[in-house]
């Protein structure tokens, strides 16, 4: 069983999900943290080293991607990763009392949310039911990034950028941990195909130190 290095920076939290990820795509996963005795040790008391803030979509699943186990990431997903109280509330837990240093937004190719309200500000007509509040809260980054004729690749990379800074700049507990330098939030995509996630975001990530 590995245990994340202390003290844990933004920078090494986000390396040890890049590391994760790199294993995952090149098949040599390691399968951290997910024996029987690391099980009991994590019983008592959680200690993740990033939120994980994803889309629902069912090709996403974290512990996986990112080769990590039981009590490594504070979870959280909703369909086209979009932000609501609830959500809010759920994210700035993990900052304010698990005390985790990274925020990970985590969007993907071939998002579903984001085809969706690349349909609706092209036909001008929007789902019924609850699906209609999740479409309204993604439109916003697909008119940023050119509206209905968006490439729908610029428009999930528009969104997940969208979605970084309105978690900086619209919650007090995240801004101030940010400030002090005790979090960063980054954005990330993953590409389904090949299973291989870049950085296209960050605030209040210290630069690369080179290692």
Same mark, same amino acid.
């Given at each position: 069983?590995?245990?994340?290095?202390?003290?844990?920076?933004?920078?090494?939290?986000?390396?040890?999900?890049?590391?994760?990820?790199?294993?995952?795509?090149?098949?040599?996963?390691?399968?951290?943290?997910?024996?029987?005795?690391?099980?009991?040790?994590?019983?008592?008391?959680?200690?993740?080293?990033?939120?994980?803030?994803?889309?629902?979509?069912?090709?996403?699943?974290?512990?996986?991607?990112?080769?990590?186990?039981?009590?490594?990431?504070?979870?959280?997903?909703?369909?086209?990763?979009?932000?609501?109280?609830?959500?809010?509330?759920?994210?700035?837990?993990?900052?304010?009392?698990?005390?985790?240093?990274?925020?990970?937004?985590?969007?993907?190719?071939?998002?579903?949310?984001?085809?969706?309200?690349?349909?609706?500000?092209?036909?001008?007509?929007?789902?019924?039911?609850?699906?209609?509040?999740?479409?309204?809260?993604?439109?916003?980054? /697909?008119?940023?990034?050119?509206?209905?004729?968006?490439?729908?690749?610029?428009?999930?990379?528009?969104?997940?950028?969208?979605?970084?800074?309105?978690?900086?700049?619209?919650?007090?507990?995240?801004?101030?941990?940010?400030?002090?330098?005790?979090?960063?939030? /980054?954005?990330?995509?993953?590409?389904?195909?090949?299973?291989?996630?870049?950085?296209?975001?960050?605030?209040?990530?210290?630069?690369?130190?080179?290692?």
């Amino acid at each position: 069983m590995t245990d994340p290095p202390e003290p844990m920076t933004p920078r090494a939290a986000l390396d040890l999900l890049i590391e994760g990820n790199h294993r995952f795509v090149g098949g040599r996963r390691e399968h951290p943290n997910q024996d029987a005795d690391w099980r009991a040790a994590v019983a008592p008391e959680q200690r993740p080293f990033a939120v994980l803030f994803g889309c629902s979509d069912s090709r996403l699943a974290a512990e996986i991607i990112f080769d990590r186990g039981l009590g490594d990431l504070f979870v959280v997903r909703t369909a086209g990763h979009v932000v609501g109280p609830e959500v809010m509330g759920s994210i700035e837990y993990g900052v304010a009392v698990l005390d985790v240093p990274l925020i990970a937004v985590l969007g993907h190719d071939s998002c579903g949310a984001v085809d969706a309200a690349l349909r609706a500000a092209r036909d001008g007509q929007m789902p019924r039911g609850a699906i209609r509040s999740v479409v309204e809260r993604v439109l916003p980054s /697909v008119l940023a990034a050119g509206g209905a004729g968006s490439d729908p690749a610029a428009a999930e990379a528009e969104h997940v950028r969208f979605t970084v800074n309105l978690l900086a700049n619209e919650s007090a507990t995240i801004g101030s941990q940010i400030v002090d330098g005790r979090c960063a939030v /980054v954005g990330l995509s993953y590409q389904l195909a090949d299973g291989g996630v870049r950085l296209i975001a960050a605030r209040g990530l210290p630069p690369d130190d080179g290692r």
